[in-house]
């Protein structure tokens, strides 16, 4: 049974915010411009993302994952930056990536910006890049699955929808997956973790996706959104499926509330993975990334609950299956 070393970044809220036309700032976007100079750029450092950075370099993971919210209020040059940022971090076969709310902030224009990062957003089978759910098997015997809840929401609101297509597309994936024994990793920016999530901030057709959860069965669901780690659960057919949330990856608001990702060590025979999560998060007196926290997701009486762990020793590199994408 190999071993997958996958790397769960989210929530990056990439600065500077460039400067934007009048024409630009309308609505919502005002509002989040002026956030942004007001607050948020002192919150999201590019300090942390360095760091973050760093750690990945140093300690490289055999995947990386963003679930979201690489730019702020989806101003034209943010999707430039950010695409220059993906490239920067690993190559579109080591990554995947689905948006977020922040990515389709506002305005019509949104995904002609996402069209920058489509080689992170594009499945095995060579359909339109962009387009949800796609596949990726990105090691034997594991597939990631990718789910979009970016869409625009009014002000004050931060919600996200998958739509009736994508969940009804969503049903038939999970079977063809759970048929050829993968392990099955759902990527969303929303959390699906009912009323941990207010409102203002929710999945508006979370209901839909756990009813195809509870029927299909999922090994993972990988989130963000929230900014601050969460672990839960969804029902499954056999067994709870797991949910994680990781911090951002940009935050920078002080003890228990710094930046960073998780770090997840999946051992799969395609039933019931062993997953530990490390997570590992920005010290400001360091200026590096320290590990906080290792810890084993165990079942107890149907919950998913963390469990005191070690990370598990190296061993010597499997090879990937998945081919490389353009």
Not at 264 to 289: H, N, T, Y
Not at 291 to 305: F, N, S
Request: neutral net charge.
């Amino acid at each position: 049974m190999s071993r997958l070393d996958l790397a769960h970044l989210t929530d990056v809220h990439l600065g500077p915010l460039p400067q934007a036309r009048v024409r630009e700032l309308l609505g919502k976007r005002a509002l989040g411009y002026l956030s942004w100079h007001r607050r948020r750029h002192r919150v999201h450092r590019i300090e942390v993302l360095d760091a973050l950075a760093s750690d990945l370099e140093s300690d490289q993971p055999d995947h990386i994952v963003v679930t979201g919210d690489l730019v702020n209020i989806a101003l034209p040059p943010e999707f430039e930056q950010a695409a220059r940022w993906l490239e920067a971090t690993a190559t579109p076969d080591r990554l995947t990536l689905v948006p977020g709310n922040h990515d389709a902030y506002a305005g019509k224009s949104y995904r002609a910006g996402w069209s920058r990062w489509h080689a992170y957003m594009q499945g095995d089978d060579g359909a339109l890049a962009g387009h949800f759910p796609f596949v990726r098997e990105i090691w034997p015997g594991i597939a990631l699955v990718g789910l979009s809840s970016a869409v625009p929401s009014g002000v004050g609101f931060a919600t996200g929808q998958l739509g009736p297509a994508q969940i009804e597309a969503l049903d038939g994936v999970l079977a063809d997956l759970g048929a050829r024994g993968l392990c099955r990793i759902l990527l969303l920016h929303h959390p699906p973790l009912g009323p941990l999530i207010h409102r203002r901030r929710g999945l508006r057709d979370e209901t839909a996706l756990r009813a195809v959860v509870a029927r299909r069965g999922a090994e993972l669901i990988l989130s963000g959104h929230q900014h601050v780690f969460m672990v839960g659960d969804m029902p499954g057919p056999e067994r709870p499926v797991p949910v994680l949330v990781a911090p951002s990856a940009s935050l920078a608001q002080g003890p228990g509330e710094m930046g960073g990702y998780l770090r997840l060590s999946i051992e799969s025979d395609g039933k019931a993975p062993k997953i530990v999560v490390q997570i590992r998060r920005f010290d400001a007196a360091s200026g590096r990334l320290d590990v906080e926290r290792t810890a084993v997701l165990g079942d107890e009486a149907g919950r998913i609950v963390l469990q005191p762990a070690e990370w598990p020793a190296a061993e010597a590199p499997a090879t990937a299956t998945r081919r490389a994408t353009g």
